[in-house]
T-cell receptor
Framework: AQKITQTQPGMFVQEKEAVTLDCTYDTSDQSYGLFWYKQPSSGEMIFLIYQGSYDEQNATEGRYSLNFQKARKSANLVISASQLGDSAMYFCAMREGSGDSWGKLQFGAGTQVVVTP | EAGVAQSPRYKIIEKRQSVAFWCNPISGHATLYWYQQILGQGPKLLIQFQNNGVVDDSQLPKDRFSAERLKGVDSTLKIQPAKLEDSAVYLC??????????????FGPGTRLTVT
């Protein structure tokens, strides 16, 4: 069964606007971590933001924020004030477990974001 | 600080040939991962090493894929013999550890393999 679902294959967003990338996940574990990565056309995966399942506050990192809705099993990424350099593929990922018993990082299929001037 | 290094960046081989990829993780990172990313999909973990021991290789096609991490530093991933469906980007990543305080994985630029 698919653990991470990203329903938006691609999105266009205008420079300086905010964009929300959807991510839903499936787990029966109480302890897990949610991640967002950016993959530019050059290929490397760049870590953006992390949210633990027990974190009560939504994670923020600069222009990135994670809208965590635990009951809905949703972990949407919000990019504020989009820049041309934000054009890339964005992946949502999850690891189940805790402490020294983390499972593998499982990725969604990704959302391609194109920022236009 | 130097990032994760991988070579080669690109490789084209014919089916049934063999190929090897090399990865040098960030200095001091105990955990090393190999991922396969097929076009249009997210990366899939093939194997995870903790120092030079294998933690998870449940998704590694062991009849044709092998990996080693000698001395707990560099790692090589080998495919022998290659199939058309092995065409993908192979990503190497490393992290300080695998626990909650070391969750961040740093990825290399990847090796793009084309099997013809």
């Amino acid at each position: 069964a698919q653990k991470i679902t990203q329903t938006q294959p691609g999105m266009f967003v205008q420079e300086k606007e905010a964009v929300t990338l959807d991510c839903t996940y499936d787990t029966s574990d109480q302890s897990y971590g949610l991640f967002w990565y950016k993959q530019p056309s050059s290929g490397e995966m760049i870590f953006l933001i992390y949210q633990g399942s027990y974190d009560e506050q939504n994670a923020t990192e600069g222009r990135y924020s994670l809208n965590f809705q635990k009951a809905r099993k949703s972990a949407n990424l919000v990019i504020s004030a989009s820049q041309l350099g934000d054009s890339a593929m964005y992946f949502c990922a999850m690891r189940e477990g805790s402490g020294d018993s983390w499972g593998k990082l499982q990725f969604g299929a990704g959302t391609q974001v194109v920022v236009t001037p | 600080e130097a990032g994760v290094a991988q070579s080669p960046r690109y490789k084209i081989i014919e089916k049934r040939q063999s190929v090897a990829f090399w990865c040098n993780p960030i200095s001091g990172h105990a955990t090393l991962y190999w991922y396969q990313q097929i076009l249009g999909q997210g990366p899939k973990l093939l194997i995870q090493f903790q120092n030079n021991g294998v933690v998870d290789d449940s998704q590694l096609p062991k009849d044709r894929f092998s990996a080693e991490r000698l001395k707990g530093v560099d790692s090589t991933l080998k495919i022998q013999p290659a199939k058309l469906e092995d065409s993908a980007v192979y990503l190497c990543a490393s992290s300080l550890g695998s626990g909650t305080t070391a969750y961040e994985q740093y990825f290399g630029p990847g090796t793009r393999l084309t099997v013809t």
